[in-house]
């Protein structure tokens, strides 16, 4: 019989014995000896359900679970969580005050920038795990051991707590060398951050693998807690309570000094983020695309509803844009993308009554070199985009157009001149000069 009682958060567990809650749930984890959970499985992050709290009951609910994993590592439990992609949303904290969440705000302080390294990626290539604590898992799941998202090998250099408490002996990476699965000491336990494991797998097995990954560090003290009745006044020692306030103080400008430098990690991060504009696809280089046209000076939003959406949609004193954004592995942009653009262009029309501009934001080629690249755009599409006046640029442009307006941030007259740029050349390619 196992004698660790686990808990699990957003992740199902099919035994009598385990415990399984929802994020939100009133169940308390501090009756947990291991807590396992799966930030890409928690029922406030998904579209869904993300207007059903209110912004302050969903900080008071991330709160309340925060302080209790904080409380658990201070007695050495152990905390799982599957490495998943990063995923924030907006909730509404009162009548004119919004709030950013992620999935990732449970995580006690030490770790609470811990997501701005995460990068969303699949693979199945591990390499350098332990032999002696991760042989375990690693045989069980050899072969169906996936990860799916990963994070950046420089966190070791720019995260002071993760250079003084990474467990050296607990370590998995992926052929780039970037950090797929590892553990960190809190107090006195400790969080593993391990690649995904289907909940679809047969639950003896995941419980016996947990079991034995855990208990070398659940029983690595088994030094006797001190009792409340020691606490007593008659029994403290000259020179404690002194102690115990220059403790405080120094934690407090610990404090002080961490929040400064989330900060600055935060401002760094957004800094790093335009690089994507060189080599992403998908939702996160649409993501950084609406990021770069805000720097440029345009009011940027995205439409969804029902079985229409636009990308992107970018106004200002200059006039209104619908922009399609593509990015291609090994191809240029195809004549397809802008069709749908058109059709986008049409719809747009048909609702408001007047006529959009349209353009079309290509990364093609996204894994070369900027410089070995092919043209961004086909033939057909260049011919098309000259009779429709659709505008093309190409992601490299637009990061080019960032770094110089971060050159200089509170140049006004050179974000004008570069939203002219883009009106006065619908038709053709896109350059700022």
């Known amino acids: ?86 995923y924030k949303f907006k909730s509404k904290k009162n009548f004119n005050e919004y709030i950013t969440i992620s999935n990732y705000d449970f995580l006690p302080r030490p770790l609470i920038s811990l997501h701005y390294y995460i990068n969303e990626g ?12 991760l042989s375990d898992i690693y045989k069980s799941y050899k072969g169906n051991f996936k990860y799916c998202a990963y994070i950046s090998e420089r966190i070791e250099k720019e995260n002071n ?15 780039t060398d970037n950090l797929v699965g590892f553990a960190i000491n809190i107090d006195k336990g400790d969080i ?76 760094k991060t957004n ?8 080599y992403e696809k998908g939702p996160q280089l649409e993501r950084v695309v609406r990021r770069a046209f805000e720097v440029i000076g345009f009011n940027v939003s995205r439409f969804e509803k029902e079985d229409m959406e636009h990308d992107i ?32 262009v049409d719809e747009d029309f048909k609702n408001k009554g007047l006529y959009p501009e349209g353009i079309l934001i290509g990364n093609a080629y996204r894994m ?27 992601t490299v442009e637009l990061f080019n157009a960032v770094k110089k307006i971060l050159f200089s941030p509170n140049d006004n007259k050179l974000k004008k001149e570069f939203r002219l740029q883009i009106f006065n050349s619908l038709g053709k390619e896109i350059k700022f000069k």
């Open 1 to 86: 019989m196992n004698k660790y009682k686990i808990i699990t958060v957003g992740f199902y567990i099919k035994l009598d014995n385990i415990l399984n809650i929802s994020m939100n749930s009133n169940d308390s984890l501090l009756d947990g000896d291991i807590i396992i959970i799966n930030p890409g499985n928690i029922e406030w992050i998904n579209e869904e359900n993300k207007h059903k709290y209110g912004g302050k009951n969903l900080i008071n609910i991330i709160n309340n679970k925060a302080r209790e994993l904080s409380t658990l590592l201070k007695y050495g439990k152990i905390i799982i969580v599957f490495l998943s992609p990063v």
């Open 122 to 133: 699949m693979g199945s290539i591990i390499k350098n795990y332990s032999q002696e604590y």
């Open 161 to 175: 707590y993760i250079k003084k408490y990474l467990f050296k002996d607990f370590i998995l990476r992926n052929k």
């Open 192 to 267: 593993f951050f391990i690649p995904y494991i289907s909940s679809n797998d047969n639950p003896e097995r995941i419980v016996d693998v947990v079991i034995k990954m855990c208990r070398p560090f659940l029983e690595k003290d088994l030094k006797t807690p001190e009792p409340e009745w020691c606490k007593d006044k008659k029994f403290v020692i000259f020179g404690e309570n002194n102690l115990e306030n220059k403790i405080k103080k120094q934690n407090n400008r610990i404090n002080v000094l961490n929040k400064k430098v989330d900060e600055l990690i935060l401002q």
């Open 271 to 278: 800094l790093t983020d335009f690089r994507k504009l060189l």
């Open 313 to 344: 949609i970018m106004e200002s004193e200059e006039g209104r844009i619908i922009g399609e954004i593509e990015g291609k592995d090994n191809d240029a942009i195809h004549i397809n993308k802008l069709d749908q653009l058109s059709r986008v």
């Open 368 to 394: 070369k070199l900027t410089k070995e690249r092919k043209k961004t755009f086909h033939e057909k599409v260049i011919i098309s985009a000259k009779r429709k006046n659709i505008g093309l640029i190409s």
